[in-house]
């Protein structure tokens, strides 16, 4: 069974740090794109960040640009997602996805997504 697994939210304050980590099990993911994406309350689930399988390629969603960094690590079948300066606008469960086909921002083309993990910044 193919699964994605996120971990690594929490409530923290404004200005703080989290590290999110997405582990894949079940097949290798060593060749997939892999995209975070979010949602906050009462919103659309919105693009976060991506990576192709190599790592030498990355988007990001212009409000994380400069704080979020994607990176993974195929050995280990892991996604991670290290967010600085976080803002209150933050605020939003955090998912993980693998695409076999591209890494981009659309979530349309991501088969696998993880159940995803809650970040919560207060001001």
């Known amino acids: 069974q193919v699964q994605l697994v996120e971990s690594g939210g929490g409530l923290v304050q404004a200005g703080g740090s989290l590290r999110l980590s997405c582990a894949a099990s079940?097949?290798?993911?060593?060749?997939?794109?892999l995209g975070w994406f979010r949602q906050a309350p009462g919103k659309e689930r919105e693009f976060v960040a991506a990576i192709n399988w190599s790592s030498t390629r990355t988007y990001y969603a212009d409000p994380v640009k400069g704080r979020f960094t994607v990176s993974r690590d195929n050995a280990k079948n892991t996604v991670f997602l290290a967010m600085i300066s976080l803002k209150p606008e933050d605020t939003a469960v955090y998912y993980c996805a693998a695409s076999s086909l591209t890494f981009g921002i659309s979530p349309a083309p991501y088969d696998y997504w993880g159940q995803g993990t809650q970040v919560t910044v207060s001001s």
């Open positions: 079940g097949r290798s993911f060593s060749r997939d794109g």
